[in-house]
């Protein structure tokens, strides 16, 4: 009789939890429309603002991001803002891919999404943009984030690619290409290695091998060709970018 | 860029003071990154002959005055111009820290219910069973608001709310015809786009879409959700039995003798992703065979079957 009370106890008292989160959040979804009438503008006009929101969400447990149907979504719009620059997002890597085997630099992303944005449309910044692909990764696309030099290389291909690979990208991001010899004396890495790693990112169409190079062949990554980043997205790439 | 440039007189004897007592300039150059220019030379040109300027009922000395009502400061002359800028930029600054302020209060009550839904959660896990049914999905509903990751499972997906029950079903309707025109399968990419761009507002998470999706085949909807070994996640109708299709795809690799996952998608009017996932699949029923080089990755008929 004694455990069967402590048992209703217990329900009871997760049932006046639930209720009295019930009101609580009525109480918070008050406080957050005030907060949005007051502040709503800045958050989309601030990137910075947005990051210190971001964060703050972060640290407390709360992913703002994670539901178009909830508070900080529908109220503040944050949610809209980003779901919009992930479709954007998606458009430029699907119409880029064929170029640059779906790895593409932030900055290139960044320029090319501006483009696309159009001249009055609200300003995005890089943190921006990592925020809203790390969303699109659940989509199983293979979005990925990978650091090399200080900035990032995109990945939006379900390519695998290892330690060994991000690392031999990160050593190519200096001139946009990379050796055999450079990888065995910077890494300290066996030949076949090397090899292996280089043969695997030729495949996925994000190394291309130049044979004619005076020395030994070099293997290039059109990702990291700054030369080709202000190139328009042609109507032909645009075309593929739309399914 | 295109520029005026405005030529001025050496300053008189008895010019009042301002923020530079004189320069090696005799000129201002005016650049016009983005047009305006024509439209600006026109209105310049325009007061330099009129000098409305030296009309001013403040004259010729730089006041300050504050308007009681609007509490503004009103200022003629560069020295104005500078006060309004710095005004301006401490008001800005004033917004910023008020809304961080703000913000942190927000937080606060925000980390409150982030307390709470832990606390909840771990009676659930404590009491399984004696919980009701309703009750979860109600709890779920909160954290769905808030944006708080299941305490339980861990996942912020998942979720299976009643709102991702209606989105399911209003996906089965609204995709019903996409996925015919595309032979009956999109990617889930694919489908967050499609999806999006058609609403314009209150857009959907890319958690949202999954969560719903999760959901179709248990709802027994027309449509259902497909995760290949890669990882890559598909949308396909009922109807559509990608095995069957593999066979097709037998036969027109068979056809052409061999072809890349790039080849196939352009001869049948695919994705090059779902065109891949299809041979990939082809190669793990055994029908194909792949020729793995640096050329690309080639699939054949596997004749190891055919011609055993």
């Known amino acids: 009789l004694l455990q069967a009370k402590y048992k209703e106890r217990g329900t009871v008292l997760a049932e006046d939890q639930l209720a009295q989160m019930s009101k609580q959040l009525d109480m918070f979804k008050t406080n957050l429309e005030e907060f949005a009438s007051k502040h709503k503008q800045e958050i989309r006009k601030n990137p910075e603002f947005r990051v210190q929101f971001q964060d703050m969400c972060a640290t407390i447990g709360v992913d703002p991001l994670a539901s178009g149907k909830g508070f900080w979504s529908e109220m503040l719009g944050v949610g809209d803002f980003y779901y919009e620059l992930g479709v954007q997002i998606i458009e430029v890597c699907l119409a880029l891919k064929h170029r640059n085997g779906g790895l593409i630099t932030l900055e290139e992303l960044h320029q090319q999404v501006l483009k696309g944005r159009g001249k009055f449309a609200q300003d995005v910044s ?57 990888i065995r004396s910077s890494l300290k890495w066996e030949t076949e290695r090397a090899k292996q790693v280089l043969e695997h990112l030729l495949k996925e169409g994000m190394a291309w091998l130049d044979m004619q190079a005076a020395g030994e062949p070099q293997y290039w990554l059109p990702a990291l060709f700054t030369e080709l980043y202000s190139q328009e997205i042609t109507p032909e790439e645009a075309k593929e970018a739309i399914p | 860029s295109a520029k005026i440039v405005v030529h001025l007189h050496p300053a008189s004897s008895n010019k009042e003071p301002g923020p530079f007592q004189s320069s090696k300039y005799s000129y201002i150059k005016l650049s016009f990154k983005e047009h305006g220019q024509i439209e600006f030379y026109r209105r310049l040109s325009e007061e330099i002959t009129q000098r409305r300027w030296e009309n001013m009922p403040t004259g010729q000395t730089i006041q300050v005055n504050k308007d009681p009502q609007a509490g503004r400061t009103r200022a003629v002359g560069i020295v104005g111009i500078e006060r309004k800028l710095e005004e301006k930029r401490r008001e800005t600054d004033k917004n910023i820290s008020e809304a961080f302020e703000d913000l942190s209060k927000l937080m606060e009550k925000a980390k409150e219910m982030v307390e709470l839904s832990k606390s909840i959660a771990n009676k659930i896990k404590e009491k399984q069973g004696d919980i009701t049914e309703d009750e979860t999905i109600r709890f779920k509903s909160y954290l769905l608001s808030m944006g708080i990751a299941n305490p339980v499972t861990r996942e912020t997906y998942g979720s299976g709310t009643h709102y991702h029950m209606q989105l399911a079903k209003q996906l089965a309707g609204i995709l019903q015809t996409p996925l015919e025109e595309r032979g009956g399968i ?24 999954v969560n719903a999706c999760k959901m179709l085949e248990s709802l027994k909807l027309p449509l259902r959700l497909r995760i290949f070994d890669s990882g890559v996640m598909v949308i396909e109708l009922q109807s559509h039995n990608e095995e069957e299709m593999v066979a097709s795809a037998l036969e027109t690799v068979s056809e052409k003798g061999s072809l890349t996952a790039d080849e196939f998608a352009k001869l049948v009017g695919m994705s090059v992703l779902l065109a891949k996932e299809r041979l990939l699949l082809a190669e793990k029923m055994g029908h194909l065979c792949r020729d793995d080089s640096v050329e690309g990755l080639r699939f054949y008929p596997n004749l190891f079957l055919t011609q055993s």
């Not at chain 1, 090399?148 to 991001?173: C, F, K, R, W």
């Not at chain 2, 999109?186 to 958690?207: K, W």
């Open chain 2, 186 to 209: 999109m990617s889930l990419t694919e489908v967050y786009c499609l999806v999006n761009r058609a609403r314009g507002l209150e857009l959907l998470s890319p958690e949202d879409l």
């Open chain 1, 126 to 182: 890089q943190d921006d943009l990592l925020r809203a692909i790390k969303k699109l990764k659940v989509l199983g696309n293979g979005f990925g984030i990978i650091p090399v030099g200080g900035t990032y290389l995109i990945q939006s291909v379900p390519a695998e690619l290892n330690m060994d690979h991000t690392v031999v990208l990160q050593l190519a991001e200096k001139k946009g290409y990379v050796t055999v010899s450079e």
